[in-house]
């Protein structure tokens, strides 16, 4: 037997962090593209103990980090190296910087992991592995298989489930922007239902696709196909998902969605301004009116939580004013405000870069912290405007309002939305008295 530990480095506890915290999903798909004689142990540091990287009994280490947690894991990576274990690191971050995660790490894997993880084990028993693993986003998902879901920490709140990947615009901000060749994929629907299948009264069940319902006339008949398939199967558990501003204008998709159990879709908004918009390149949501998306979406009983992004060159100090107005012009159930953060590897990150405003200290690059230098306003400015929008939703008034909006028609939402705002005031007041170290405005 060999062993592996994967490991999910952090230096962050999520626990009560999030409003939503669902599981990730990268090492479970990993673990189930891996030989019968691994002993596979995982290690979560997001939600549970701290991985020790001093005694740990592993001959071979994979990891996979996010942008604030890479510290962490090339101080993981560091003692391993000492210690004379193999290591591999995969995800968004070392897909950016190969070259950094090579001064710790002995292998890479850039892009789609399944692949690249079959060459790398095969290379690790053959005793000599690469540098560098690229893994293709346009290769079908026929044979990808559901995530070994035993190795997910129980200390999630809710199961994440995919049933796509790929994404084929460019945000400037959005991470998938440093994957080469993206497409748009689906995953076989007799292994997402296979998936779905296994899931013990989840309760509720996130869809972490970038966009559930596809780009193209084929996509959204394939997503019918499915929707019904899991109507059929009559899941007790409900679900949310995220999806592009599209769906309003697909009736048929978003009644069979609410029937398959959708109760809530996210919805990319990031800004309601133009200019905004035209700097992080969604040229595809410019002229669109968010309330009759909105109210197209309440037809049909499912909530929206609105994502927007806060610091964009083009807000000044009264864009909060301006934020709260839009979203209440337009109900959104859920608004969510995440800072504008330069992602290492995005147009974003290229762009701000040139004029010195990046922030490299990886712990603090988080979208719940301000990291960039800001144009119009300094970073205690910033906490306080995203503060007064969240205020502006996440108090007693707001809550009755939308409390009552889905009381009589759908009960289902309430006691979510209830826990959501209570977990998110939690969070708030965490993160408040956190300290991430120095600042770079
Ligand atoms: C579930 C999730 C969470 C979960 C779990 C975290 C995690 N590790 O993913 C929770 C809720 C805890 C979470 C929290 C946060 N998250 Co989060 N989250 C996600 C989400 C929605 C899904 C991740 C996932 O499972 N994807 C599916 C898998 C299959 O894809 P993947 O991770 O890319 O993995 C593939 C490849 O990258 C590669 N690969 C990955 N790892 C490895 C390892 C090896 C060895 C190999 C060979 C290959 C490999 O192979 C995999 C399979 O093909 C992503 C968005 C997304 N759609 O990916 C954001 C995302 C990962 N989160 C992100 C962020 C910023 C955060 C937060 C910092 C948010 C905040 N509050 O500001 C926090 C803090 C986390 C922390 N403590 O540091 C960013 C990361 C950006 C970056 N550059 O790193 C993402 C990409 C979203 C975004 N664009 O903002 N998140
Ligand atoms: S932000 Fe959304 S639409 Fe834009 S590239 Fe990323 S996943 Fe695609």
Redesign the pocket.
Known sequence: MIDLAMV?P?R?K?TTG?E????????A??ARHTPSHYRVTAHDE?VGADFDADHVRADVV???A????ITRAYAIADRLRQRGIKT??????V?ALPDEALQHFDSV?V????G??KQ?LQDFEGGSVQPV?R?RMDVPLDGLRAPRRDLIHENYQYP?V?TSRGCPHGCSF??LTVFQNRKYRTIPHDTVLWDLDSLRNPGIVIV?D?NFIGYSVADVEDRKVLLERMIRRGYKFYWGCQASTKLASEPELMDLMYRAGCRAVFLGFEAIDEEGLAQINKGHNIGLDYQQVVARLHEHKLAVIASTIYGLDSHGADYPDKLIAALRRCKADFPRV?FATA??GTPFFAELEKEGRVNRDWDQV????PSIQFKNFSHEEAVAGRKRVLDAFFNIVNMSRTIARWAPRERSLVTTYVKMVVRNRIAEAMKSRRSYGPTVA
């Open positions: 999910y952090s962050v999520e999030e939503l915290l669902y599981s990730p999903l990268a090492l798909y990993l997001y994979a990891v996979s996010i942008t604030p947690g591999i690191v995969g995800g968004a971050h897909s894997c892009g789609e992991g399944e690249p993880w790398f693993y893994g994440s995919m959005c991470y972490t970038e995440f992602w290492p988080r979208k719940d912290l």
